[in-house]
């Protein structure tokens, strides 16, 4: 019975929710200081009923409740404990139920941490996050309510979907969804800022963290993503250029522009209409993501939901939320344009390109992505857009973003001395050069230009990121070195931490891209391959039972120098309940290779198919965002003080 609270609590947010939308229609009957007091209260509540709704949610999977028809066909009985948990948001109904607790938790965030922003340009940031609140708690509700109950209840659940019973989704979709509901923080700040036509540069200010705190949540949340396919899928890849891939990708792409143009904003005050638009946008591919994800209407392995009704709820939320900002946008935003100036040469100029291409990077993506779904519309035919465009467009599209990264460095604010830019990059030019020829001759006979160009450009961002924290920390140089450290600018960590990030990324990306190997070959018991240096050996095949599934473990042994290095133990699961057959791969990683095996079909009595992949270098991919994170961090938590030129 306790689970009928949870309904309870959903109507007791909706309402909550509304209260704190109608104010922003009284500010002519209500002084500011009340409407802003009861705002705060009703956002604190309005997180604290969705939390426990949530938790009721939680406590009918751990209790094995399968009178919840949720329940019963997202988990069983002998579902692992952990999985349980997870399953929460292992479909649609649950899922949706943490998009709005997340957006709720966001809303709460901002209620007590705005003590700089005037009262009543709060009071309508929050009446704007209790619209969307009130969207997705009618959504759920109506449409997509995790506590219908079914009759007669089963003995046992239908199980979670295998591929979700592994450790990386436990955490990927709550941290992606932080930063995809984040996304809603930079919008209702934009609409707040277009509905009073008034903005002041230390709002900006406070805005700029929480837009980072957004970025390195999805860039947590995207790269866990791929750490998950790469580990659990069995294929060897870890980025498909898949429609759901793609929808979490793009608000990034989007965020990414958002905060660099904030940069300029906040330094130079300029660019804040082109900052309003972007907070707009990165929002609206959020939206657009979810009605992806949800609606079913295009084909991807992610897909959570395939019911064209709910996708329609989504798609005329979606189009009413981009209506009425972009139509409030293009009437008052020429009241926020600046009549600052700045030379060609200036940072400004730069990072304005930088945004462009970020941008326009977005739009192309999206093409590839709706594509497929306007042709079908227009009944041109199935028509797929497959990875081949999306690399050639990212690569071409991207590479002009890596490149300017180090100008914009070394460049100053207003205008910059070009003999100075010129001292400053031409050394680090030449340097990357070499380091690059070097690196991919020493590892590598490679005469193919992109690998190279790619190459340069990872170093020459490495070098100039690296190299412009040596110069700050030289110049305090009669300092101890703790307190040049404590004295740096955090956002000089947060650049060079995030950039370095970016160039490790894309050496990970290249080499393991251009230079992996694979075999796929049958092996009987006793045969051996070798694969690189390594020679490996299949010894044979072990059955393994556990409480949700049944498995055919392979048992294989490598060597390099005729040493034995380190056994393998690639899976073939059949879950019970579904019959689902997951492969779980083999890895052994180091820092210059992985080797990794997957267990495919079996032959004969005595052979299998087996995939073994070497791949140099592709833990890169994973070392690099995890820089790019810390650099989050340091922006989020570090000194605000901006230096002169930074």
Not at 319 to 338: C, D, E, M, N, W
Not at 495 to 513: A, E, M, P, R, W
Request: proline share 3%.
């Amino acid at each position: 019975m306790i689970t009928e609270f949870g309904n309870l609590f959903l109507s007791v947010a909706a309402s909550l929710s509304l209260c704190s939308a109608a104010l922003l229609f009284l500010k002519k009957y209500v002084d500011v200081d009340t409407r802003y007091d009861i705002s705060l209260k009703l956002t604190n509540f309005n997180f604290l009923f969705l939390l426990f709704s949530f938790i009721i949610l939680a406590y009918g999977f751990l209790t094995n409740d399968f009178s919840l028809k949720y329940v019963a066909n997202n988990s069983n009985l002998n579902l692992d404990t952990i999985y349980k948990f997870s399953a929460v948001w292992g479909a649609h109904e649950g899922s949706i139920l943490l998009w709005v607790l997340v957006l709720s938790a966001w809303a709460a965030l901002i209620g007590k941490n705005s003590k700089s922003l005037p009262k009543d340009f709060v009071v309508d940031m929050l009446g704007i996050m209790g619209i969307l609140s009130i969207f997705f708690i009618i959504f759920i509700i109506f449409t997509s309510n995790p506590f219908d109950r079914i009759f007669p209840v089963p003995p046992n659940g239908r199980d979670l979907n295998p591929l979700l019973q592994d450790p990386g989704l436990i955490i990927h979709p709550p941290l992606l969804y932080l930063g995809y509901v984040g996304t809603s923080v930079p919008f209702v700040f934009a609409v707040s800022v277009l509905l009073n036509s008034n903005i002041q540069i230390d709002w900006i200010s406070w805005l700029r963290k929480w837009v980072i705190a957004s970025w390195m949540f999805l860039t947590v949340g995207i790269s866990l993503g791929s750490w998950w396919a790469y580990h659990e899928l069995g294929w060897g890849g870890w980025w498909f250029w898949d429609p759901v891939e793609n929808a979490s990708f793009m608000p990034w792409l989007a965020i990414t522009a958002l905060l660099h143009s904030l940069i300029v904003s906040e330094k130079r005050g300029i660019f804040i209409s082109w900052t309003i638009l972007l907070s707009i946008l990165t929002f609206s591919l959020s939206l657009l993501g979810t009605f992806l994800v949800r609606s079913g209407i295009l084909v991807s392995v992610h897909a959570f939901a395939n019911d064209p009704e709910r996708g329609l709820y989504i798609l005329l939320f979606l189009t009413f939320v981009v209506g009425i900002s972009l139509l409030l946008y293009f009437q008052r935003s020429p009241k926020l344009a600046s009549k600052k100036s700045y030379e060609i040469s200036s940072k400004e100029f730069i990072l304005l390109i930088n945004n462009l291409f970020l941008t326009i990077t977005t739009f192309a993506i999206l093409l590839g992505t709706l594509y497929p779904l306007i042709t079908s519309t227009l009944d041109l035919g199935k028509i797929s857009v497959g990875a081949p465009y999306f690399n050639f467009i990212f690569s071409v599209l991207m590479l002009p973003i890596v490149f300017l990264m180090a100008p914009a460095i070394y460049s100053s604010w207003q205008k910059t001395d070009y003999s100075k830019l010129k001292k400053n990059l031409f050394s680090l030019f030449f340097y990357s050069i070499l380091i690059s020829y070097i690196f991919m001759n020493y590892l590598y006979d490679s005469n193919i230009f992109v690998v190279y160009l790619a190459m340069f450009l990872a170093f020459f961002t490495i070098l100039s990121s690296i190299v412009k924290v040596i110069q700050i920390i030289l110049i305090q140089k009669q300092d101890s070195f703790v307190k040049i450290i404590s004295k740096t600018p955090s956002t000089i960590f947060a650049n060079s931490f995030s950039h370095i990030g970016i160039g490790v990324l894309i050496i990970g990306i290249t080499i393991s891209t251009y230079y992996s190997t694979q075999k796929e070959i049958i092996m009987k018991e006793g045969s051996e391959i070798i694969l690189q240096d390594v020679k490996v050996r299949f010894v044979g095949i072990e059955n393994k039972i556990s409480n949700n599934y049944s498995s055919q473990v392979g048992v294989f042994d490598a060597f390099k120098d005729n040493n034995y290095l380190i056994s393998f133990f690639p899976e073939k699961r059949i879950y019970n309940i579904q019959k689902n057959v997951m492969t779980e791969a083999a890895i052994s990683s180091s820092l210059l290779r992985d080797i990794y095996i997957a267990l495919g079909d079996q032959f004969s009595s005595d052979s299998w198919v087996v995939r073994i992949y070497h791949k140099p270098f592709i833990q890169l991919i994973w070392y690099g965002a995890a820089l790019m994170i810390l650099g989050g961090i340091f922006g989020i938590f570090g000194r605000e003080k901006l230096s002169k030129n930074t």
